[in-house]
Structure formats: C-alpha cells, structure tokens
C-alpha cells in the first residue's frame, strides 16, 4: 500500500462524533519556553479541526504519544521541524503513526523516517488566480521573520505588493521575539520595519496593530487577495490567519493552484490541502546533525537553535529563495 493511499484509509476510518483521541484539542506543551512563543504568536497559532490532528511537535509529549493519533500535521516552521529531527534521527521501531510535513521543509526529513513521512501543501481552489482590487498583508515583524531578509528588504517587497492594488488592509501585531537574544531585541527591529514601511509606501499608509481579526472579518464575502510578509516561516508555518482568510472568501497569493495530482481535501470552499510522497532529493538534514553532534550537545532548545550563526548559514544555504 502506497504512503498516500495508508493516508486515505486512516483519515476514511476517522470518526469524528466518537474518536475523540484523534483530536489534538488540548493545548499542552512540553517545554516552557515553547507555551511563551506559542501564545506570543497567537491568534496565528490558534487551533482548527482537519481529520489529520494539526498540531505542534511540542504538544507531543514524546514519540509514544505519537502513537495515539494515526496522523499528526506539523504545523511547526524550520525551527520546530529541524529540532524534532536533532533529537529523534530515527523513528523507534513501533512508531506508528504518520507525520505530515510542510513540503517547503521536507528537505529536513531524514531518509531514515521515509516510510512514517508524507508532505502536505494547500492551495487555492480556483483554477487560477482571478483579477482584485483589494488584498490583506499580515505579518508580526519578530526577528524571526528577518532570519532570511532584512528589514529593508521586506519593507520593498510590502512596498511592490501594495503597490499592485486600489485598496489594502495592512495588519501588523507588534510583539517582541522570546527566541532572539536581549542584544537583538534591543535593535527593535519592528521599529526599524516601520520606518521602512513609511520611508517605502509613504506616510499617509495605515498599519493596524490591533482588532486585527475583526478588520479581516469585514472582508467576508468580497473578492481579495493575501500574504503575509513571513517568508521564512522559521516557527510556524502552517498560519491559523491563511484559514480564516481563505475561509472568508481570499485567496493566497503564496500558494498553487487546484492542479491534478496527490491527495486532496477540501478544507472550505476556497482552499484545500495536498498530499504526496516525501522527495529526500537535495536532503539537507545531515548537515545540520553533523553540527549537531559537533557541538557534544544531546539536546538543544529552539531559542538555541534560533541563535547559532552556524545553523542560520546552513539554512540560508539550503532554503533561501531569490
């Protein structure tokens, strides 16, 4: 039986009035640090129901928990995901569970989990992207989204999308980053964002920092477009806002379209979710462990992670996008 057809039968056998174990609904995390930078980003890491248990790997409390979900979504960034595969290069010998990964990231997927890993993408249900006037640019500016691009750049690419439409809802939560340091923290690198933002599109632009979900709810029903400004997508990657707004009537400007191929859920009337066998081409994951065991560390936090210079140049490496 191919991984996409094992995928199938599980998520046919599901049912949801009864099998309450297969919902990952209680927000328990494993690590401290990690429950402060999940509600930091919050309502962007808020939970939504999938047959398929989206979730955090924190929320695991260890592989043997794995086993009482038959699928587990890995919402988690490059962060979440490089740090699950540091500690558990390979799976135990009863793992029985499938892991769902970001596809962007399946190059951090070790060839020793090949057959309890398949990789999802969503996508626009349209056949392709139709003309609006209007379009939402949402984004928290922590460091972690300054990983890949500087301020500046980001701050031009705003500057080019915005430019493209008649109208814009700009939505910017200001929050401080728990995983940079005090040193970077205190560069304020949202203030330099906004500056940016103003020096690149004006100062008669609007940034709402706050009711952020509620001025989004007023789009429902109108034709518009999204992004968010994250590219790198360092610690969440699968976005509770890229739902909500598609739910309402957007379309992603980041994702593909409804094409043939894989295995496809609806997820509401305007997005859906792919899923198709794991590539280990260009597999990056032994560059990382070989840095990882280089350091003489057996475990390593996200926050440390985030931090080494050494692990920052592999990913713009491995990951960076023109």
């Known amino acids: 039986m191919s991984m996409l057809d094992r995928i199938e039968e599980k998520i046919n056998k599901i049912n949801i009035d009864q099998d309450i174990l297969y919902k990952k609904w209680n927000i328990q995390h494993r690590d401290e640090l990690f429950t402060s930078v999940y509600w930091s980003y919050f309502p962007m890491t808020e939970k939504y129901f999938f047959e398929a248990n989206p979730a955090f790997f924190y929320e695991y409390k260890n592989l043997f928990d794995f086993g009482r979900y038959p699928l587990c979504l890995v919402r988690d960034g490059f962060l979440g995901i490089l740090d699950f595969f540091l500690v558990h290069s390979k799976p135990s010998s009863d793992f029985a569970s499938t892991l769902l990964i970001p596809k962007e990231f399946e190059k951090l997927v070790p060839k020793t989990w090949k057959d309890q890993v398949a990789v999802y993408e969503f996508y626009n249900k349209k056949k392709n992207i139709e003309p609006s006037e209007q379009v939402v640019i949402y984004g928290t500016p922590t460091a972690e ?29 200001i929050r401080e980053s728990l995983l940079a340091s005090d040193k970077v923290n205190r560069e304020m690198k949202f203030i330099q964002f906004l500056k940016e933002i103003y020096r690149h599109c004006g100062f008669d632009v609007d940034i709402f920092h706050d009711d952020i979900e509620k001025r989004m709810k007023n789009l429902e029903g109108s034709q518009f477009h999204y992004s968010s400004f994250d590219r790198s997508k360092i610690f969440i990657s699968d976005n509770y806002y890229d739902h909500f707004l598609s739910s309402i009537g957007g379309t992603n400007l980041d994702w593909s379209f ?15 979710i792919r899923f198709s066998e794991l590539n280990l081409d260009n597999n990056c994951f032994g560059e990382f462990f070989l840095q990882f065991k280089l350091s003489g560390s057996r475990t390593k936090s996200i926050y440390e992670i985030f931090q080494s210079p050494d692990v920052q140049k592999t990913y713009l490496k491995n990951f960076s996008k023109a």
């Open 145 to 173: 989204v300054f990983y890949q691009y500087s301020v500046s750049e980001l701050a031009q690419w705003v500057s080019v999308l915005k430019a493209k439409y008649q109208q814009y809802l700009f939505c910017v939560p």
């Open 258 to 272: 409804e094409k043939e191929g894989g295995l496809k859920y609806e997820l509401s009337g305007e997005h859906g």
